[in-house]
């Protein structure tokens, strides 16, 4: 059974992947963000950073040149890709258990 916070029949680690392929700007972005709050020694939060997304004043475009929009579902995954290209960054945010955990310890 999925946790709780997680819709069922969706794999976060694989909408994390799609997403990143597909917005190479946003990524930079999500991974600016936490550098620097952990640089600031503040806790990282990927729901925040996928809200800040979201502002009209953050706007990234797609390399297709469509706007894009973060899929909550795709959270937990993003975090966890995060971690695994920066893991400097892991005690910064707080985990709980996903589904995209032992997906992407698979890939």
């Known amino acids: 059974m999925p946790p709780a916070h997680e819709v069922p029949g969706r794999d976060p680690a694989e909408e994390a992947r799609k ?14 963000f936490a550098f620097n709050d952990h640089r600031r020694g503040r806790r990282c939060s990927i729901g925040f950073y996928c809200e800040l997304l979201r502002r009209p004043e953050y706007h990234v475009n797609r390399v297709d040149g469509c706007p894009y929009l973060v899929n909550n579902t795709a959270r937990s995954g993003l975090v966890r890709l995060l971690i695994a290209a920066h893991p400097q960054l892991e005690e910064s945010f707080e985990l709980r258990l996903s589904r995209a955990d032992a997906t992407l310890k698979e890939a």
């Open 19 to 32: 997403w990143k392929a597909a917005n190479p700007d946003g990524w930079d972005q999500l991974v600016q």
